[in-house]
């Protein structure tokens, strides 16, 4: 692969991170409820897509592979899955750690990668991995109170199980739709993304709240940008990536997404940030960077044994 195509997934998977980032934001302002958000996401998203899929005439020639356009579907399932899995999980467990769950995706994506490859992941990726985990802690500021209560069944026990589950699946169907993408090279990023969007509107219709939909122009904008740059736009660049970039790396960079959340938070809400959560977001950061710049652990034993033989 050339460098410059490298570069390019690189810069994509940032900008889509932070753009996930973002996306709380919008869900909060626009006052609707998960259903009616990730539905109109699908509908604007996807309409936007198939025009510009029609625009370049691509449809007709991407019918005829009908095997791919079935792993396409499949990713279009999983992906919509998750969202529901992710969100549902919020009723259940308090959602500092439902997000803490659902980011075990990278763990995962690291471990299926290398299941696939037949290779082992290195010491150090699983070290930078560990680092990014323990700064997300950090960020998502989780309270070892809840944490305690979950454990030792002081709340529902059953939903406590059932919130994590969910969470948990939500990782692994995240964990299925990224390796998917990266087995359809041959489509273009925003085909894969129109056909996803095209199933996400299929699944989501029978639960959509039409009672409850925008009394005012400002949330439909909020939902309007969330289809065309938070879904149309960012899974375009995101495929893009995940067809370009190993799994190792783009597990590493999807926790930027937490950063930029924290950030968001601070400067759409007020919220504060603590001295914890800046080192948090500097552990992550080095994380990135450890795993972007192929920085390898010291080998102490092999030093050692060197030094005892000179």
Known sequence: MKVNEMTKGNLEMILAM???????????HSGQSFWNVV???????????????FYRGVLPEALKQRSI???????????????VFLFASFSYIPFSIATVAYHTQPLMLVLAGAFLSRQAPTGSLIFWLIVSFTGLWFVIELDMAEVRSLLQGDSNSFEAVLGLGLALAAALLYTATTLITKQVRSVPPYLVALIQMGVGVLMLLPFVQWEALPSNN??????????????????????????????????????????????VDH????????????????????????????WSLPKWGRQSSTKGVS
């Open 18 to 28: 932070m753009l996930s980032g973002t996306i709380g934001y919008f869900v909060v």
């Open 69 to 83: 356009l079935l792993l396409v579907l499949l990713g279009g399932v999983t992906l919509v899955a998750n969202w």
């Open 39 to 53: 539905f109109f996401r699908c509908v604007i998203g996807g309409g936007l897509l198939l025009a510009y899929a």
């Open 218 to 263: 400002i949330a439909w904008l909020d939902l309007f940008i969330l289809g065309a740059i938070n879904t149309s736009f960012m899974y375009i660049i995101m495929y893009d990536a995940f067809q370009k970039l190993p799994t190792n790396l783009l597990a590493i960079l999807s926790f930027i997404y937490p950063i930029t959340a924290l950030f």
């Open 267 to 294: 400067i759409a809400f007020a919220t504060h940030i603590s001295f914890w959560q800046l080192v948090g977001v500097a552990l992550i950061l080095l994380s990135v960077c450890a795993v972007k710049f192929d």
